[in-house]
Nanobody
Framework: QVQLVESGGGLVQTGGSLRLSCAAS????????MGWFRQAPGKEREFVAAIRWIGGSTDYADSVKGRFTISRDNAKNTLYLQMNSLKPEDTAVYYC??????????????????WGQGTQVTVSS
């Protein structure tokens, strides 16, 4: 079992920045990748970014590329999402997730085994 706890969400104006954190505990040694997803009201959960735990290669949704940066601190078992130039359409509940699977892509939510409870990000116009 792995436990994930997100923090860092809040209310910010358009153009502002936020940094989300996701602290992992439990059986984290089997992690292959971690990712961030988000879900806006009335919409499906969508992929935001992912990072491979070994090597650190990253992947981003087109909608956030160039504005968001995913990173991890292996020693602290913590995942981060630095969000800059925020837009109202970034408003959503943001979830972190961890994958124990080897995969060519970590965009599908089905690749992930454990999820955090989510943190609300609201961008005002």
């Amino acid at each position: 079992q792995v436990q994930l706890v997100e923090s860092g969400g809040g209310l910010v104006q358009t153009g502002g920045s936020l940094r989300l954190s996701c602290a992992a505990s439990g059986r984290t040694s089997s992690t292959y990748a971690m990712g961030w997803f988000r879900q806006a009201p009335g919409k499906e959960r969508e992929f935001v970014a992912a990072i491979r735990w070994i090597g650190g290669s990253t992947d981003y949704a087109d909608s956030v590329k160039g504005r968001f940066t995913i990173s991890r601190d292996n020693a602290k078992n913590t995942l981060y999402l630095q969000m800059n130039s925020l837009k109202p359409e970034d408003t959503a509940v943001y979830y972190c997730a961890t994958s124990m699977k080897i995969s060519a892509s970590y965009r599908p939510s089905s690749k992930y085994d454990y999820w955090g409870q989510g943190t609300q990000v609201t961008v005002s116009s």
